[in-house]
């Protein structure tokens, strides 16, 4: 089949025809790309303790595929304890992982750790699983924030993803 509406009325009789993967393309072709929407606090993070990071309200595009904390809710997401006098590079990402038969997609926040060093240039950002998502790709990390954890605090939380759909002023 060459060509798909995709929004159309589909009788309750006939089985869905309406997949992820079509309002990723869609939602790919509104905001241009991964990254944060301009929706309810934009996924804001703060620094809640020295092993936790919250994040407010809002949604991530992965590649289409979206994301979201619901308004007024936030996502807790646990900072492994650092090492005095070490430092770590630990990025929170949005992480897609693609199902298929009776197993459902899997879409999640989560902290994947980077590699411990004695000084701070020397501390690596862990690699990411980026495969295309919207091209048989299974898995796709993508980035939100970095989270620089110098000794037992945690130093730093940047944003690292786009701000996507061009509603920013």
Not at 8 to 32: K, L, N, S, W
Not at 63 to 89: K, W, Y
Not at 138 to 144: D, F, G, K, S, V
Not at 157 to 168: D, E, H, P, Q
Request: glycine share 10%; hydrophobic share 45%.
């Amino acid at each position: 089949m060459a060509e798909k509406a995709i929004t159309i009325y589909t009788p309750i009789t006939e089985d869905p025809h309406i997949h992820a993967e079509d309002d990723a393309q869609v939602y790919r072709a509104i905001f241009g790309g991964s990254g944060i929407t301009d929706a309810d606090e934009r996924l804001e993070a703060s620094i809640i303790t020295n092993n936790l990071v919250k994040l407010a309200s809002g949604i991530f595009s992965n590649m289409g595929f979206l994301l979201c904390v619901p308004a007024s809710e936030t996502v807790d997401l646990v900072i492994g304890s650092g090492t005095s006098g070490i430092f770590r590079r630990d990025l929170i990402v949005a992480e897609f992982v693609r199902g298929g038969g009776n197993i459902a997609d899997k879409h999640i926040f989560k902290v994947i750790p980077g590699t411990q060093a004695s000084s701070l240039p020397l501390a690596t950002l862990p690699e990411l699983i980026q495969e295309n998502i919207s091209a048989e790709g299974n898995t796709r990390q993508e980035p939100l924030y970095e989270v620089l954890v110098s000794g037992t605090v945690i130093a730093s939380v940047t944003r690292v993803a786009n701000l996507v759909g061009g509603f920013y002023a």
